[in-house]
């Protein structure tokens, strides 16, 4: 009976019946609680099912908290260096980055990488998984040339251990190609980047997020070049791309009003930039609400824009509302 919830809860979370899943997966883990012992892997499972319903939900502290009650599980029956126990600290560390706490984080992924390559050899998928983590958190410290290592370590692992079409594969190419770009390699950045949306294209077809993604990213390396007609072109598919699988009211749709109005006010395209910046504010008032940084963002856009204008006392209002929300 247990398992059979459990497997409920499963199905019930992968059609985003999250509240449906928790309920399930609690009575799951109540009934383990009874008959197992309190070192039984099958608790740790639960556990780990548990918390990625409470991350689904955005509830981060509780999924921390599962994540760690089946880390000391995993622990006490298997030792140090099983791959679930590797599994465990990986997803303890992709909480810790999501909160910004990257040297948990780094902490956490280092101790995953370590008991992968003594279990699992170096050209293990799960290996790759984490040098593309480490990858992560050196980019969000801004340390792109150990950014871009672990990276290159996960896509000669992925090309070799998977097929050259994998999601995986590709999101190696766009993790480096995102890289490029912020340090200005932006031949090297746009050749990363179709790479993986030519992948991308081939396995996910037309319509997926991680297409539009992968547009999007374009987008931003010829806005940075100064090619801005192509940046415009990029930009807009991937608007139309999130547009169909979001709808209108979407925070990653307002983004690609906000991309497309900076690229018209560079262009000194000043009416449509503004037309743009202001679909890209009403979204993020209706789903952020009045005080959010995004908001604030929107806010400071149109105001540069009316000053470029010449409208001051528009431009004054703008970033008015912009600095009250900062």
């Known amino acids: 009976m247990a398992q059979c919830l459990q497997r409920e809860s499963e199905i019930k979370r992968r059609q985003g019946d999250y509240n449906g899943a928790l309920q399930d997966g609690c009575k799951s883990l109540e009934m383990k609680l009874k008959w197992l012992d ?8 639960s556990y780990d099912q548990i918390a990625q319903v409470y991350w689904d939900l955005r509830n981060v502290d509780l999924c921390l908290d599962m994540y760690k009650k089946s880390l000391q599980i995993r622990l006490a029956v298997f030792g140090h260096n099983h791959p679930d126990v590797a599994m465990s600290y990986n997803n303890i560390g992709v909480v810790y980055e999501h909160q910004g706490k990257y040297d948990q984080a780094m902490d956490m992924y280092k101790k995953s990488l370590q008991i992968g390559l003594a279990a699992l050899g170096d050209s293990h998928p799960d290996v790759a998984n984490s040098y593309n983590n480490i990858g992560n958190v050196y980019e969000h410290q ?4 150990q950014a871009v290592d672990m990276y290159k370590k996960s896509l000669k692992i992925r090309s070799s251990a998977l ?48 297409v539009a993604r992968s547009y999007n990213n374009i987008g931003v390396v010829y806005r940075s070049q ?63 609400g009045d005080n959010h940084l995004h908001v604030a963002q929107s806010y400071n856009n149109i105001g540069l824009v009316y000053h470029d204008q010449g409208k001051f006392d528009q431009a004054l209002e703008m970033h008015d509302k912009s600095l009250r929300i900062r």
Not at 38 to 45: F, S
Not at 142 to 145: I, L, M, P
């Open 163 to 210: 097929d050259p079409n994998h999601p995986d594969v590709a999101n190696s190419y766009h993790n480096i190609g995102v890289v490029y770009d912020h340090q200005g390699k932006y031949d090297q950045a746009v050749d990363m980047l179709h790479k993986s949306l030519e992948i991308r294209l081939a396995v996910l077809g037309d319509n997926h997020l991680h």
């Open 226 to 288: 100064g090619k801005y007609d192509q940046a415009v072109d990029h930009f807009d598919k991937s608007l139309q791309i999130r547009l169909e699988v979001l709808g209108p009211n979407h925070p990653y749709v307002a983004m690609s009003y906000h991309n497309i109005g900076v690229v018209y006010s560079r262009q000194g395209k000043y009416d449509q930039a503004v037309a743009k910046y202001r679909k890209s504010l009403e979204i993020r008032l209706l789903v952020l």
């Open 38 to 45: 309190e070192k039984d892997a099958r608790l740790a499972d």
């Open 142 to 145: 801004g340390k792109y040339d």
